[in-house]
């Protein structure tokens, strides 16, 4: 199956936004396991993180659009697309504007940038999702097909038609994601000259160049025109080359439209949140048809995972790491407000935690006390304690420091805890620990089943400063 992949360090990448042409400062960072890849706008207030989800998607018009949490990201697709196409799987990405840059209008530069901060192998196993059966998807009115058939390699054939003389129909293919980096990558945005012209005129492309873009022109242009491109874009003369492309642009590959746009779908397939492995066959498509695929997809994960949950398993009568002793050396909570019994595993980015529920708690003299059910808040308390020694082992002397929890959000309740269960609580970290800031994704479980779970963020402060 292979590894889970982070980066070995830090990699910042600075340009503009195509769209808004803000300047943008955009770093990489490495990941723990299982985090995926996540946007965070440190420019805002809180600095929200933006899952690269599909289910967050909001605009695909010239580019693909993602908001969560308040914030957003636009134009993800082709520093997305180098992700997978390195084989990345954990990342945060830290943006200070709304956009991420335009580069030269391809995934290379991203390619760049990682390659330049290394890749580093985790322990996890890779999570990929095998296709078993076809899917299809139509867009009669555009002419839009899109087919993925069942493989042992992530594959994608792309034809495209513009009805254009300069570019006819066009093929690409890629046999491997290994292929990627070299193939794929260099291939450039392109747009036809008129379609250039529209957005000029409203403003919507405030950081287009005629250097990060391929223009196409199939249609008569005179003089006068190409000089008011040549002013517009700051350019000493503008001209069309052979074969109708603006400028003295050199294509990279003779189908580099057709291998565009199968770098679009690589960028926004990421979106289902998992490496695939499948054929990927599209006629005619574009951002909006890519991610209602992904969106069919990601269903199909949805329903084939459904009932076959992964399940965490540990060795309850195992000697624990931490007991109560070593707990409260910790936690400053005490009886009867400490509700965690035992600590059985805990790295940088991971910790479980025990609780045994007896009838002989405190809270079920007047909790339901004829139908004694463990309180959610008191379950959530409990997940929050588990978080606060994973959060204070990250210091070297946890005794001189609190933990204050300073959100919880996506707090769900599916099953009742009672009497005589045992409750797992299982917390990983989001995205790495900045600033005394950390957020937490946790899940509680009885046997099988999960009772509880929420995503957390708490602040570590020094006692001296309180």
Not at 137 to 149: H, S, W
Not at 349 to 376: D, I, R, S, Y
Request: charged content about 25%; aromatic content about 6%; hydrophobic content about 40%.
């Amino acid at each position: 199956m292979g590894k889970q992949t982070t980066l070995k360090g830090s990699v910042t990448i600075s340009g503009h936004g195509l769209h808004t042409g803000a300047p943008v400062n955009m770093t990489f960072h490495p990941a723990p396991e299982n985090h995926g890849f996540v946007f965070r706008r440190i420019d805002m207030p809180n600095q929200p993180v933006i899952h690269a989800d599909v289910d967050n998607v909001v605009d695909t018009a010239r580019g693909t659009t993602l908001s969560e949490n308040g914030g957003k990201v636009s134009t993800t697709e082709h520093a997305l697309a180098a992700l997978v196409g390195m084989q990345i799987d954990n990342v945060m990405i830290d943006l200070d504007g709304p956009e991420v840059p335009i580069m030269d209008g391809s995934s290379r530069p991203f390619i760049e940038a990682i390659r330049k901060a290394g890749v580093k192998e985790q322990s996890a196993d890779r999570n990929y999702f095998e296709l078993t059966q076809n899917l299809t998807y139509e867009e009669p009115d555009r002419k839009v097909e899109m087919l993925a058939v069942p493989s042992d390699e992530y594959r994608i054939t792309v034809m495209v038609d513009y009805n254009s003389p300069v570019l006819g129909t066009q093929h690409a293919q890629m046999h491997m994601i290994s292929e990627f980096p070299e193939d794929i990558s260099p291939n450039r945005t392109f747009c036809f000259l008129h379609e250039l012209e529209a957005l000029v005129k409203h403003d919507l492309i405030k950081g287009g160049d005629l250097d990060n873009a391929i223009v196409v022109v199939d249609r008569p242009i005179s003089q006068q025109k190409l000089d008011e491109l040549a002013e517009l874009f700051n350019k000493p003369h503008v001209e069309v080359k052979e074969k109708g492309i603006l400028n003295n642009v050199q294509l990279h590959f003779q189908n580099e439209p057709a291998r565009h746009k199968l770098l679009d779908i690589i960028g926004d397939l990421a979106l289902i949140g998992r490496p695939i492995k499948a054929h990927i066959l599209a006629a005619r498509p574009g951002h909006a048809a890519n991610i209602e695929f992904a969106r069919k997809i990601k269903q199909l994960i949805k329903e084939e995972e459904k009932g076959k949950a992964v399940v965490p398993v540990y060795d309850l009568n195992a000697p624990p790491l931490f007991d109560i002793a070593k707990i409260t050396s910790y936690l400053p909570h005490r009886y009867p407000f400490l509700f965690i019994d035992k600590i059985i595993e805990l790295t940088d980015e991971h910790v479980v935690g025990v609780k045994n529920v007896t009838m002989n708690e405190w809270f079920f003299e007047g909790h339901f006390p004829e139908n004694p059910v463990l309180p959610g808040v008191l379950l959530i308390e409990a997940m929050a304690q588990t978080g606060g020694i994973l959060a204070l082992n990250s210091v070297p002397d946890p005794q001189n420091y609190w933990t204050y929890f300073l959100k919880i959000e996506s707090a769900r309740f599916k099953r009742k805890v009672v009497p005589g269960d045992t409750v797992v609580f299982v917390l990983d970290l989001a995205s790495p620990i900045r600033r005394g800031i950390v957020q937490m994704t946790g899940k509680a479980y009885v046997g099988d089943k999960v009772v509880t779970e929420a995503e957390m963020m708490a602040q570590i402060v020094r006692k001296d400063d309180v």
